[in-house]
């Protein structure tokens, strides 16, 4: 088991910045892949971008692409989005999402264990 919690979302103007983080407890962070997914109102739940357990590997959504950077620093058992030149359409629930596993992964269901999540508000 591992238990997830994310902070660091808040309100903020277009074209601004915000890091969120993600502390884990529970079993070794090292062994987890992790993601940070996304979910406006109306919306699915959408990747944001996925690291693998080392933190060599990175994956990111084609619309946060230049703009995020996904980081973990495994001595301190927390995973990092750091969201620059935010937008309007950043807007929704920010969630950091864990699972077992030597890769980076994608989709939702892959996932094993979530946080609470974070809000993040663009406005323009």
């Known amino acids: 088991q591992v238990q997830l919690v994310e902070s660091g979302g808040g309100l903020v103007q277009a074209g601004g910045s915000l890091r969120l983080s993600c502390a884990a407890s529970g079993r070794t962070f090292s062994s987890y892949a992790m993601g940070w997914f996304r979910q406006a109102p109306g919306k699915n739940r959408e990747l944001v971008a996925a690291?693998?357990?080392?933190?060599?590997?990175?994956y990111y959504a084609d619309s946060v692409k230049g703009r995020f950077t996904i980081s973990r620093d495994n001595a301190k058992n927390t995973q990092y989005l750091q969201m620059n030149s935010l937008k309007v359409e950043d807007t929704a629930v920010y969630y950091c999402?864990?699972?077992?596993?030597?890769?980076?992964?994608?989709?939702?269901?892959?996932?094993?264990?979530w946080g609470q999540g974070t809000q993040v508000t663009v406005s323009s």
């Open positions: 999402a864990a699972r077992g596993g030597s890769s980076y992964y994608i989709a939702p269901g892959e996932y094993d264990y």
């Open positions: 690291i693998n357990r080392r933190g060599g590997v990175t």
